[in-house]
């Protein structure tokens, strides 16, 4: 059975620093592409940044230069490093692997930037 757990959430003044941590149980992470979206309250969920297995990496125009994703295949772990943090980054944000003919998610974590 695969298992997505979000790490690394929390409360962060404006301009500050985070990394999450996704930790994939199961055979997938080394076949699956893996990205970080994120869903703020009354809005949809949308894409934060994902990687291939090979680490070719794809951003959402509001993250870009603030945001970096990154995986290790050795560890089964992705991970996104958010910096310059800013109000609207406020959301849960959930893990997600996806294989050909499925998806999986995590239970998502909360980051909440707030002075």
């Known amino acids: 059975q695969v298992q997505l757990v979000e790490s690394g959430g929390g409360l962060v003044q404006p301009g500050g620093s985070l990394r999450l941590s996704c930790a994939a149980s199961?055979?997938?992470?080394?076949?699956?592409?893996m990205g970080w979206y994120r869903q703020a309250p009354g809005k949809q969920r949308e894409l934060v940044a994902s990687i291939s297995v090979g680490g070719t990496t794809n951003y959402a125009v509001s993250v870009k230069g603030r945001f970096t994703i990154s995986r290790d295949n050795n560890k089964n772990t992705m991970y996104l490093q958010m910096n310059s943090l800013k109000p609207e980054d406020t959301a849960v944000y959930y893990c997600?692997?996806?294989?050909?003919?499925?998806?999986?998610w995590g239970q998502g974590t909360q980051v909440t930037v707030s002075s």
């Open positions: 997600n692997a996806r294989l050909t003919y499925s998806a999986y």
């Open positions: 199961g055979s997938i992470f080394s076949t699956a592409v």
